[in-house]
């Protein structure tokens, strides 16, 4: 199944600019990635893998991933690649996300027995 997201982006939503430069002027409840949680709801996504994909694009623009994983966040398309991607798997973006997450962008993660934060650098 093709899902265009064209038609996703022409509502009355408003359309999210994932742009960086623009979350400096945000207000709360209106960055680029609470937008994108508003419209990928609008568009039948599951309220908590879209709060989920808030969180992963919030926490990719917030802990300055680098340039793939933030392209892949939504940041050079208005997250509609994001979107496509969980309307089609959303066990698949579910499991992802939650990686991402856990390990802040592949960075480490917390070791299961000591607790303590283990780089992977």
């Known amino acids: ?7 996703f982006f022409k509502t009355a939503v ?15 409840g209106h960055y680029p990635w609470d937008d994108w949680e508003r ?3 609008a568009h039948g996504l599951d309220r908590d893998l879209a709060a989920l994909g808030r969180l992963t694009i919030r926490e990719a623009y917030q802990h300055q991933w680098d340039d793939h994983l933030k392209s892949l966040c939504g940041w050079r398309d208005d997250g509609r690649r994001m979107l496509r991607f969980a309307l089609r798997s959303p066990e698949k973006a579910k499991r992802r996300w939650n990686r991402l997450l ?20």
């Open 1 to 7: 199944m093709q899902i265009i997201l064209d038609d």
């Open 14 to 28: 408003p359309k999210p600019r994932l742009d960086e430069g623009r979350v400096l002027g945000c207000e709360y």
């Open 102 to 121: 856990e390990t802040d962008g592949y960075r480490g993660e917390y070791d299961e027995k000591t607790g303590q934060w283990v780089s992977y650098y």
């Open 39 to 41: 419209r990928a709801v």
